[in-house]
T-cell receptor
């Protein structure tokens, strides 16, 4: 199946710093989603993107749908300890059949 | 916020036992999915359903089976559990093809 490359694989940052992560695909996607997953829990939807170039915010989180439709970016501003977790991107192609998930970015915030 | 529930949350079971993981959603979503995830790793689709009496296999081969007799219910069954089945199983649903997935809390399965 389709594989999405997500980077970085892990990040260790100081509280208050900004965070950037991205996801790339070899195929064009029509929808990009960003999720956060805490240990032992299911992923929670953060942001959904449906249009190339779209920039959407959810509090301190901002995500963008890349112009090429093959990538997406997530930024977290002024990180706090509760931002700790694994962030996953997911993309869906024009068949609309299934979402493919990225390999995840593990975020650690040091107080 | 999505209303999708999985039971049990944790299950430790012996090799050879038959198990059923339950998943229910109260949103009337037609599409439902099962993903398998090892700790900290990506999610792999093992089954999906577009509606009642519709089930398909996902990209990751799995010995499990699913059924969709009611819109709100999408159980996953392992006829004979093995240690290689140890993993986290996540159920999700979506309203339509273009809608995002909403996940349950997952079932952590350990086969000893």
């Amino acid at each position: 199946g389709q594989q999405l490359n997500q980077s970085p694989q892990s990040m260790f940052i100081q509280e208050g710093e900004d965070v950037s992560m991205n996801c790339t695909s070899s195929s064009i996607f029509n929808t990009w989603l960003w999720y956060k997953q805490d240990p032992g829990e299911g992923p929670v939807l953060l942001i959904a993107l449906y249009k190339a170039g779209e920039l959407t915010s959810n509090g301190r989180l901002t995500a963008q749908f890349g112009i090429t439709r093959k990538d997406s970016f997530l930024n977290i501003s002024a990180s706090i300890p509760s931002d700790v977790g694994i962030y996953f991107c997911a993309g869906q192609g024009n068949t609309g059949n299934q979402f493919y998930f990225g390999t995840g970015t593990s975020l650690t915030v040091i107080p | 916020e999505a209303d999708i529930y999985q039971t049990p949350r944790y299950l430790v079971i012996g090799t050879g036992k038959k198990i059923t993981l339950e998943c229910s959603q109260t949103m009337g979503h037609d599409k439902m999915y099962w993903y398998q995830q090892d700790p900290g790793m990506e999610l792999h689709l093992i089954h999906y359903s577009y509606g009642v009496n519709s089930t398909e296999k996902g990209d990751l081969s799995s010995e499990s089976t699913v059924s969709r007799i009611r819109t709100e219910h999408f159980p996953l069954t392992l006829e004979s559990a093995r240690p290689s089945h140890t993993s986290q199983y996540l159920c999700a649903s979506s309203e339509s093809s273009l809608s995002p997935l909403f996940f349950g809390q997952g079932t952590r399965l350990t086969v000893v």
